[in-house]
C-alpha cells in the first residue's frame, strides 16, 4: 500500500533526524491511554514547527487544539528561557493530560493550558502582547474564525500554521463536508486578507495525505 510506503518514508527520517526522544514518545503513549484520538502532528511534522519557531527566532507562540500536548510540547522547545506557549483546548480532560505530558518534559514553566471554546479564549487573550507563532489545529469547521481572531493577536513578520487543509484530497471531492467548508472559507479568507502572504503544501506520510497551510503576516 501506498500509505505504508509513505509511513515507511517518515520512520527513516525519523530515525536519521529526529532520533529517539522520551518525552515526546511519553507524551503520545499517556495520551493515547488515556484515551485520546491518535490524530497529533507526526513526528517530523512537530520538528518542523519547532524549526519554523526557531527560524523566526519565537518568543511567544499560540496553538489553538492541545489535545495531549504532543505539537505543544515540539513548540515550547522552540522557546528561550522566558518564551511563553499558549495553547487553547475544548475539552478538560485533553487539557489535563496535556498538563500532566508537559510538567513531565520540563516545559510547563513556558506553557499554558486555557480550556474553553478556542473563539472565546482568543477573543480573551490581550492584543498588545502579539505571538511570532500561530498554530492552528482544532475543530475545522472553526479555521476561518480562529485565522481571523489570531490575526489580530500577531505582528508583521509573524507566521500562522494550519494543519489538516486537503485531508485526504477532501478539500477537492468533498467540498459540502463542514470541515472542507472551512478550509475552503480559510482559503476565500486569506486571500482576500492584504495583511497575509500564504501557500500550503500536500504532504504524505504516516497520518496519510493531508498538509499545511503556512502564512506570513506582511503588514
Ligand atoms: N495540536 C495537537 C492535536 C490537536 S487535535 C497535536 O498535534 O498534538 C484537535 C484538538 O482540538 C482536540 O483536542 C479537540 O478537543 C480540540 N478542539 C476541538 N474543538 C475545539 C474548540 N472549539 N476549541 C478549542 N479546542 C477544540
Ligand atoms: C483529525 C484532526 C486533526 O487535527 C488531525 O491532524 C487529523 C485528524 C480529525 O479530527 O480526524
Ligand atoms: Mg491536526
Redesign the pocket.
Known amino acids: 500500500m501506498v500509505d505504508d510506503l509513505w509511513a515507511g518514508v517518515d520512520r527513516l527520517f525519523g530515525e536519521r533526524l529526529l532520533g529517539p526522544d522520551d518525552a515526546l514518545e511519553q507524551t503520545l503513549v499517556a495520551s493515547l491511554e488515556a484515551g485520546l484520538p491518535g490524530?497529533?502532528?507526526s513526528p517530523v511534522q512537530g520538528k518542523l514547527l519547532n524549526l519554523l519557531a526557531r527560524m523566526v527566532g519565537a518568543r511567544r507562540i499560540l496553538?489553538?487544539?492541545?489535545?495531549?500536548?504532543?505539537?505543544?510540547l515540539w513548540l515550547a522547545r522552540a522557546l528561550p528561557p522566558q518564551g511563553r506557549l499558549v495553547t487553547?483546548?475544548?475539552?478538560p480532560h485533553?487539557a489535563e493530560v496535556a498538563r500532566a505530558n508537559l510538567e513531565r518534559a520540563g516545559v510547563a514553566d513556558r506553557v499554558e493550558v486555557v480550556v474553553g471554546?478556542?473563539?472565546e479564549s482568543l477573543r480573551g487573550l490581550p492584543g498588545d502582547q502579539p505571538f511570532d507563532v500561530v498554530?492552528i489545529?482544532?475543530?475545522k469547521p472553526?479555521n476561518p474564525a480562529y485565522f481571523a481572531a489570531a490575526l489580530r493577536l500577531t505582528r508583521p513578520g509573524s507566521v500562522l500554521v494550519v494543519?489538516n487543509v486537503v485531508r485526504q484530497g477532501r478539500i477537492v471531492t468533498h467540498p459540502d463536508d463542514p470541515a472542507v467548508m472551512g478550509v475552503l472559507e480559510l482559503l476565500d479568507l486569506v486571500a482576500a486578507e492584504p495583511r497575509v502572504d500564504a501557500t500550503a503544501l500536500q504532504t504524505v506520510g504516516t497520518k496519510g495525505h493531508d498538509g499545511l497551510l503556512v502564512a506570513l503576516v506582511t503588514a
Open positions: 490524530i497529533a502532528v496553538e489553538v487544539g492541545t489535545l495531549g500536548g504532543y505539537s505543544a487553547l483546548e475544548l475539552d485533553h471554546p478556542a473563539i498554530f489545529d482544532a475543530d472553526g494543519d
